[in-house]
């Protein structure tokens, strides 16, 4: 079952959860993601397991389908920082330990599509895509500095 429908079922069955769920939209994004952990462990005591991204996303898509002139339809810039903040903290880890050599020889030019898709995730207002792009940025930088180790003859 997709979380959205796990959800909509939720908020069809319990109007508690269904006025929770509006209260939350309608204070801010922000806080309809802090209580993520609520709906998440609802569901699974419902029996239906998600992780908390997933359960993130479909009440932020629930949000923007279903109360779109919401406060939490609207885009989030300090969640969509807090990604970028983890996903820079990462790479900053594993970057510092490159040798100067390897730091002069590191290319990180393959992460420009997943910039591009950033971009266009955010100015969609479409927090599903910005995560995923986020996370396929993050990735092809650590690949990069994978790359830039085993070409150098650093630790694989």
Known sequence: MKVSTALLELFKEDKEWRRSFR????RSAHRLTAQT????????????IFSAE??????????RKLLPESAAAQWDAK?????????????????AGLSAKEKDTLDLSDQAI??????????????????KALKGWERSGMEAIERVRIREGGAA
């Open 79 to 95: 969640w969509a920082h807090a990604l970028c903040r983890g996903a820079l903290s990462h790479l900053a880890e594993r970057f």
């Open 54 to 63: 997933e359960v993130e996303d479909a009440l932020l898509g629930l949000a």
């Open 114 to 131: 997943w910039d591009e898709r950033v971009v266009a995730a955010g100015l969609e207002n479409n927090p599903v895509a910005f995560r």
């Open 23 to 26: 209260s939350c939209c309608e």
């Open 37 to 48: 952990w609520q709906f998440r462990d609802e569901l699974e005591q419902r029996g239906s």
